[in-house]
């Protein structure tokens, strides 16, 4: 499956943006599915998941409550609502996935698409 990201751009402190990720090549149905993120000079973080039945969620603590995660299997796409945006949420934002996944951060994805890049001025 080919996975494709987009939505990115600058934001300001507080606001919102929602982001995609399209697959094409396979449907989406049967896979898990992740979003990961990856700030300069850091390491690529888990932010949040969803199974592939889409009846299990799991959020990394620092977006809990502020970040859903969603997927529309008609439209073979994945979405991330980010609301409340900080500055500390400037990463490139990266979405996977896994056959059947159960949603939870110690999954490992195989499949990874390009990044979208967020970045939130204060």
């Known amino acids: 499956v080919q996975l494709q990201a987009s939505g990115g751009g600058l934001m300001q402190a507080g606001g919102s943006v929602k982001l995609s990720c399209a697959a094409s090549?396979?449907?989406?149905?049967?896979?898990?599915m992740a979003w990961f993120r990856q700030a300069p000079g850091k390491e690529r973080d888990f932010v949040t998941a969803?199974?592939?039945?889409?009846?299990?969620?799991s959020y990394a603590d620092s977006v809990k409550g502020r970040f859903t995660i969603s997927r529309d299997n008609a439209r073979n796409t994945v979405y991330l609502q980010m609301n409340s945006l900080k500055p500390e949420d400037t990463a490139v934002y990266y979405c996977?996935?896994?056959?059947?996944?159960?949603?939870?951060?110690?999954?490992?994805?195989?499949?990874w698409g390009q990044g979208t890049q967020v970045t939130v001025s204060s």
């Open positions: 090549g396979r449907t989406l149905t049967y896979y898990g």
């Open positions: 969803i199974s592939w039945a889409g009846d299990s969620t």
């Open positions: 996977a996935a896994r056959w059947y996944g159960l949603g939870l951060p110690t999954d490992e994805y195989d499949n």
